[in-house]
């Protein structure tokens, strides 16, 4: 945000008020300008979303469908349709009232409270009383309360990564020599960043939704959420089943007038058989194998907060990741060290011993004097602090396999993260931060400065000697130095050793590093001039450090790329950085495009979506750019997925098709505006999600086949029964029964299903494809003529044989059931027929088969249940009329059922 507009209480020199505002005019802004808050879409009330769960066109059929059926008398019928509405509408509510939280997120970034000077005194004050023109002071360890120019600071840095992405913390400076109307961004700090060291004090220049944050805040407001390809599709379906029931209403009404029925008796008919073609239970069962999708995710440190976001992971065809702490551990770790002319690998091993090698041969580094005098000074000259578990927040678990040494086998630090960094690989070495502070006892430290560019520390060891240890960039520190170690000797720093060195350095900064270099010196004595301490020095080496890969996270994007799912890396970082770590990840190969922020800032939406689609790689990219990168993306059709931790991913997280947050380390803001939630903040846990995302709209598509069949069959039985002038074949009742309850249990157990062996090496499904692609409705329309003629088929036998309509209804009723059971296990492949598939390997299945058939023989032998549903007993003579042609359906099947190849 341009500070051209800053309020200025008073000129001076630096454009400010040196004392502070008074109260009085504070109270004053306040009123003018408002509380320093994050302003939130207007609210929708409760009663508007429970309204919005009744404007889907499966629910307004069912609704239709309750009148009727009340309108005919069929009460019971009526009253178990208004239950299936009712409890799908509060699993909608329930969902969708959780979902926009977003903005509260926000305000809960705010610091709760910031010093400020008021009528010339420092006092405290909620955050949200902060006004423009205010002077706040800033201390190591505070959250910025609004977006301020600095007017006086020390050594002031801030870690900006919610804003920027960018992992290490920014160097600060106040305006020297010119107005707060020209401070530049290195002048400026903002709202919900935090001080990581120095102190300061700073020129409020905006607060609340005119801040940076508030300009994200703005930016998520304005994203609308679109239908995922789910929701789309069964509206689709709706559509196509509400015109389905005003045709068979319209032809089957037309046909009875047509042959002198009485119309007003035809049309109810036709009205109940288009009451009968409606799959009451659909939309519950969709709510419902989504719900399972989210326990199993659950399971796998995926937490879906957004039903839909389950199917819509199954055709995720891009993946874009923040990289700091997403794909990479968030900490600095020191990868190669040079020291006494050698270049030295540092590897992610257990031990020591294993930890430092060079050409393939491991170092000792406790025994090499010249390595081991790096890792010294390193750990000395240094302020990190070793964090203690309780501190930490580990668990139990994280604490034991701490101290068991997996992992790194060294301590979490905390401070500044080149120091934490230098920390840990001394631990690693074994040169613990104990063993240290007892070899080396401080007397004296220079902090760092931004024009010296460097930290000494003076120190006496137990012989009482005393020594300069300094750390500091390479190329500040070298003029510094006279000398360099070398295996306990100390020979003249020529120009070709000079050279060298530096050679060094740029081949660590080639390769992405962050180079710091270490020298020291000893004193004659311990009185010494301050001034003198960093001349003279002897160069020990160089440490090049990098925020590494996870280790898992290589793993998870070649199994993207076996899925044919593109990762995209998109990242604050320099582009250096970037493109090392994507190599290294295998997200970046040659020939892909590698963008920077400066060239987004050239192009448009359109010109961006020309080559987004071999761009791998996004570098020193603002909120805005991930906007537009998402959008481009989008635009080429993909489904997109967007994972974040930082307040600068939120907007582009809540723009892409499936959003992702991480659990730990991620923002309260991200996570509400996600879709999906990571636990362990693991990137391959995107994967995971993927596969079950996959396995869960296939299972879909085998419930909605099944129910559908099914329904066919209902309708067909009662259709050709009506057109050929026969008795009605099943009540209304029966009907409803059988789709609800014989129905209902089997299709919820197919969600169930274990995943085919190849789902996560097929590409990802065409976002445009429909939900009966690849022949699926040839498939519901065979077997539903299927079912249909088997229950017409038993109907008419048993008419002609016993001439008891009761009878014959009772054996169509059974004979629907029956031939459904054994359908839906036909419905677990598209390409296998029954006596391929494995039928048991979904016990959920098959424990809803069995219910199922006890809860139909009740019907029919429970006398309670017989008033109801208007059933009579089978006898033996009826069961192997039923139980025959019930057992051909599958064999025909078998035989000339459309496959899908």
């Known amino acids: ?24 005019e504070a109270e004053k802004r306040l009123l003018e300008h408002g509380p320093n808050l994050l302003a939130g879409k207007k609210k929708i009330s409760p009663f508007k979303i429970l309204l919005s769960q009744f404007t889907d066109i499966m629910v307004i059929i069912l609704l239709i469908s309750t009148v009727i059926s009340a309108f005919m008398g069929e009460m019971t019928e009526a009253a178990t349709i208004i239950a299936i509405v009712i409890l799908n509408s509060v699993l909608g509510f329930i969902q969708e009232y959780r979902t926009e939280k977003t903005m509260e997120a926000l305000k809960s970034l705010a610091a709760p409270a910031a010093k400020v000077l008021r009528d010339g005194s420092l006092v405290s004050i909620p955050a949200e009383q902060i006004v423009p023109g205010d002077l706040i002071v800033l201390e190591s360890g505070d959250r910025i309360p609004a977006d301020a120019v600095l007017t006086e600071s020390a050594n002031l840095q801030v870690d900006e990564s919610l804003l920027t992405g960018e992992s290490l ?76 029931c005003l045709i068979i209403c319209a032809v089957v009404s037309a046909a009875g007038i047509l042959r002198g029925e009485d119309p007003f008796n035809m049309l109810l008919s036709g009205i109940s058989l288009a009451v009968a073609a409606v799959p009451e239970g659909l939309p519950a069962i969709v709510t419902i194998s989504l719900a399972l999708g989210v326990q199993r995710m659950l399971r796998r440190n995926a937490l879906i907060r957004k039903l839909p976001a389950v199917e819509t992971l199954g055709c995720a065809g891009v993946v874009c990741s923040d990289k700091t702490g997403t794909l990479t551990q968030n900490k600095m770790t020191i990868r190669s060290i040079y020291a006494d002319g050698r270049l030295i690998d540092v590897r992610d091993e257990k031990g020591s011993a294993r930890s430092f090698c060079m050409n393939g041969k491991y170092i000792d580094p406790i025994n090499d004097m010249s390595l081991r005098m790096v890792l010294e000074i390193g750990a000395v000259c240094n302020n990190a602090q070793a964090v203690s578990d309780k501190a930490a927040g580990q668990s139990v678990l994280k604490s034991i396999k701490s101290r068991l040494g997996s992992g790194t086998g060294t301590r979490e630090f905390t401070g500044d993260p080149t120091e934490t960094a230098l920390m840990a690989v001394a631990e690693k070495a074994g040169l613990t931060a104990e063993m240290l502070d007892e070899a080396y006892r401080r007397i004296d430290e220079i902090p760092f400065d931004s024009d010296r560019k460097c930290m000494s520390v003076v120190c006496v060891n137990r012989k009482g000697e005393t020594y300069v240890f300094t750390k500091g960039a390479p190329d500040m520190l070298l003029k510094k130095c006279t000398r360099m170690y070398s295996s306990g000797d100390t020979p003249m720093l020529d120009s070709a050793k000079r050279a060298k060195i530096l050679r060094a350095n740029d081949s660590m900064a080639g390769n992405a590093l962050r180079v710091i270099a270490v020298a020291y010196k000893k004193l004659g004595t311990d009185r010494y001039r301050r001034d003198d301490l960093e001349k003279d020095l002897i160069f020990a080496g160089l440490a090049g450090m990098i925020d590494p890969p996870r280790p898992e996270a290589a793993d998870a994007v070649h199994k993207c790329r076996m899925a044919g799912i593109k990762p995209v890396m998109i990242t604050g970082d320099h582009k250096l950085t970037a493109v090392s770590i994507a190599k290294e990840l295998d997200i970046y190969r040659e020939g892909e495009l590698v963008l920077t922020g400066e060239e987004l800032d050239n192009m448009d939406e359109k010109s961006l979506a020309k080559v987004a689609g071999n761009v791998s790689v996004y570098a020193r990219v603002s909120p805005k750019h991930k906007l537009m990168i998402v959008r481009a993306l989008k635009k080429l059709g993909n489904i997109v ?13 809540k723009e892409a098709d499936i959003g992702v947050a991480m659990g730990q380390n991620g923002t309260d803001v991200t996570k509400e505006a996600s879709s999906m939630v990571l636990l362990d903040d693991n990137f391959a846990t995107i994967v995971a999600a993927i596969e079950e995302g996959r396995v869960i709209y296939n299972n879909i598509r085998k419930f909605i086949r099944y129910l559908l069949s099914c329904n066919i069959g209902e309708v067909l039985t009662m259709f050709l029964a009506m057109l050929a002038g026969l008795p009605v ?4 009742i029966q009907i409803l029964w059988v789709n609800l309850v014989t129905d209902g249990l089997p299709a919820a157990a197919l969600g169930f299903d274990p995943p085919e062996k190849d789902v996560m090496k097929r ?9 009966f692609s690849h022949g699926l409705a040839k498939l519901i329309i065979f077997r539903g003529i299927m079912i249909g003629l088997t229950t017409l088929a038993v109907f008419l036998t048993l008419i002609y044989y016993t001439a008891d309509i009761g009878l014959a209804r009772t054996g169509a009723f059974v004979t629907l059931v029956l031939t459904q059971l054994i359908h839906v296990f036909e419905c677990k492949s598209e390409t296998k027929n029954i006596f391929q598939i494995p039928v048991f390997n979904n016990k959920y299945l098959v424990m809803a088969v069995m219910c199922s058939l006890t809860m139909i023989l009740s019907v029919v032998y429970v006398p309670a249940l017989q008033n109801i549903f208007k059933t009579v007993p089978l006898g033996l003579n009826e069961w192997l009329v039923v139980g025959g042609l019930t057992c051909l359906t599958p064999v025909l099947s078998s035989l000339f059922a459309p496959r899908r190849r």
């Open 641 to 653: 997925a967007m994972t974040g931790d930082g307040v600068n991913d939120a907007p582009a997280v």
């Open 1 to 24: 945000m341009s500070v051209q507009n800053a309020f200025v209480t008073k000129k001076n020199t630096n454009d400010y008020e040196v004392g502070g505002l008074s109260r009085r």
């Open 763 to 771: 590409s990802p499904r065409d976002p445009e494809e429909g939900i």
């Open 729 to 732: 074949p099943l009540f209304p």
């Open 169 to 244: 913390p920014v160097e600060k400076y106040a305006v020297t020599g010119r107005g707060i109307d020209r401070a530049r961004k290195e002048n400026m700090v903002y709202m919900g960043t935090n001080v990581t060291a120095g102190r300061a004090k700073a020129h409020v220049t905006a607060t609340g939704m005119n801040t940076e944050m508030g300009g994200i805040a703005n930016m998520i407001q304005n994203i609308e959420e679109e239908q995922t390809p789910l929701q789309k599709r069964m509206e689709k379906l709706g559509k196509i089943i509400a015109v389905g």
